[in-house]
């Protein structure tokens, strides 16, 4: 048998068998397997599968079923414009990150996303311009999402319009039954946006190898994207030790391509603390919490800038949630300029060196706020700000060059 012949078996095999290693690729490396810890053999799995894949895609090409397409542009007339689903957001044919730490309400905002493509509703203050949604959803119990949709404004009266998958087991994969499944789900329904959330919870794939990442956007959700003119976007964990966005393509967790691939990047990081008050009516609950949503990479170029979105709700005496609702508070006040600014005003006024702990109290952040860092240096870069022991105080002269 040859090699390509051999690695399209294990490709048939791992298909026939779902999520479970087809027993050529067992026999093949049991002897490696068979040292290793489970996770380093659900890696090794996986790296096989993509050399699979690979072989195979080079002997499909041997027989004349790939082929480059070469673009027919007519150069004298006017493209088309974006097709967008969010307004100068999100576009058609196209696959999109958001990502944020544990906390940072990723699924309550594309919860959110969903039900107002759904009733025709604004997101964000953006336009949502398409109407039917599938939503894989394998990161929250079928109870959250149930009362999370209903208290956004999701009603009976648009249900139609939204496909909700609740912890199925799903592990959509390069070329899986998982990826035909949804192919086929959404060649059937014909949504206008595809949610899946998230990453590690719905996509078979080694979130830290590259060329895997960068396969399964290239051979599955690509294709997906672009063949049924939808705009998909996938919920992602950040990058432990990050927590200020800027830096984009380093935020996601895993291999740069989750970046990389992905035609937009959005990063969402928490501002405050949860704070709660009196709600309506006796005994309720108010809830809220904001974040600072950035545009870290669009293929486009537009950019807008860093973002406040408030997260509200209101819960009962059950802690059950009767509404809540999402949306944007206008440029977010912590951009780094002006925090560099506010903190230059503060060490002025303070008339002493002041400590770096009663420094960031003053500028309503902690002490180990990544923004405050860097908005720290930036005044200090600047000459606003010298460093004066283990406190900060006004030089004679100098100007912030912003």
């Avoid at 890696?43 to 027989?63: C, F």
């Avoid at 107002?116 to 999402?145: C, F, H, K, M, Q």
Wanted: aromatic share 6%; proline share 3%.
């Amino acid at each position: 048998m040859t090699s390509i012949a051999k690695e399209k078996a294990c490709v048939d095999a791992y298909k026939s068998s779902g999520n479970s290693p087809p027993v050529s690729v067992e026999d093949e490396f049991a002897r490696y397997i068979a040292s290793q810890e489970m996770g380093v053999r659900e890696a090794t799995l996986a790296r096989v599968k993509g050399k699979a894949m690979n072989s195979l895609g080079d002997a499909e090409l041997d027989s004349g079923s790939r082929r480059f397409r070469w673009a027919d542009y007519d150069y004298d007339s006017p493209p088309p414009a974006p097709r967008f689903v969010v307004d100068r957001l999100l576009e058609r044919q196209t696959v999109n990150l958001i990502s944020g730490d544990t906390g940072t309400a990723k699924s309550f905002i594309l919860m959110a996303l969903a039900v107002a493509a759904a009733t025709g509703a604004e997101w964000l203050g953006r336009n949502v311009l398409g109407s039917r949604v599938i939503y894989v959803d394998e990161e929250n119990p079928s109870d959250v999402a149930h009362e999370r949709l209903r208290a956004l404004g999701m009603s009976n009266r648009h249900r139609d319009s939204l496909r909700y998958s609740n912890r199925v087991g799903a592990r959509i994969g390069a070329g899986n039954a998982w990826a035909e499944e949804l192919r086929r789900e959404a060649e059937e329904f014909q949504p206008d946006l595809i949610v899946i959330d998230t990453a590690l919870a719905a996509l078979d794939v080694e979130v830290n190898e590259n060329d895997l990442v960068a396969a399964l956007y290239t051979s599955t959700l690509r294709p997906l994207a672009s063949d049924l003119g939808a705009a998909v976007v996938i919920a992602h964990h950040e990058r432990k030790g990050r927590t200020d966005g800027a830096r984009g393509g380093m935020d996601a967790m895993g291999a740069r391509s989750w970046a990389g691939q992905a035609d937009t990047h959005l990063t969402l990081k928490l501002d405050d603390a949860v704070t709660e008050g009196d709600g309506e009516r006796p005994g309720h609950r108010k809830v809220r919490s904001t974040f600072t949503m950035r545009l870290a990479k669009s293929r486009r170029g537009q950019g807008f800038p860093a973002e406040t979105v408030a997260l509200t709700s209101e819960k009962d005496q059950s802690d059950r949630l009767l509404w809540a609702k999402v949306a944007s508070e206008g440029t977010a006040a912590d951009d780094r300029r002006t925090l560099a600014q506010e903190i230059a005003a503060v060490v002025e006024n303070a008339g002493e060196p002041i400590r770096r702990m009663d420094l960031a109290a003053e500028v309503g952040r902690s002490s180990n706020d990544g923004t405050f860092d860097r908005a720290l240096k930036l005044a200090k870069d600047g000459g606003l700000v010298v460093r004066d022991g283990a406190r900060w105080t006004a030089p004679d002269a100098g100007a912030l060059p912003i």
